[in-house]
């Protein structure tokens, strides 16, 4: 009923950009919870624990954690139900498979995610 859709992703250089989008399921479903739900990307690298990295409110308000402020924007279009992740000066640490989903995140809401990956 509700499917979250990432694109993007890929080989980036260090101090590269790299832009994720998100779509929600055009539906009834998905629209609602677009509509009423914090949104966020998440990330997780290989034996890491998946991380709230950036989140969105349904008035624009926005979180990010400490080590990508300044570097990551979270934005949202309403018109087309779509999120997406700007991220620019990326580092190593960075490289993840980023996912988006819900603020609490529901489990049934995870994708498959694009993988980025940060290397020289």
């Known amino acids: 009923q509700v499917q979250l859709v990432e694109s993007g992703g890929g080989l980036v250089h260090p101090g590269g950009s790299q832009r994720l989008s998100c779509a929600a399921s055009r539906n009834i479903f998905g629209i609602t919870v677009f509509s009423i739900k914090d949104l966020g990307w998440y990330r997780q690298a290989p034996g890491n624990q998946r991380e709230l990295v950036a989140a969105?409110?349904?008035?624009?308000?926005?979180n990010y954690t400490d080590y990508v402020q300044g570097r990551f924007t979270i934005s949202r279009d309403n018109a087309k139900t779509m999120v997406y992740l700007q991220m620019n000066n990326l580092k190593p640490e960075d490289t993840a498979v980023y996912y988006c989903?819900?603020?609490?995140?529901?489990?049934?809401?995870w994708g498959q995610g694009p993988q980025v990956t940060v290397s020289s």
């Open positions: 969105i409110s349904p008035d624009g308000s926005t």
């Open positions: 989903n819900t603020v609490p995140y529901n489990y049934r809401y």
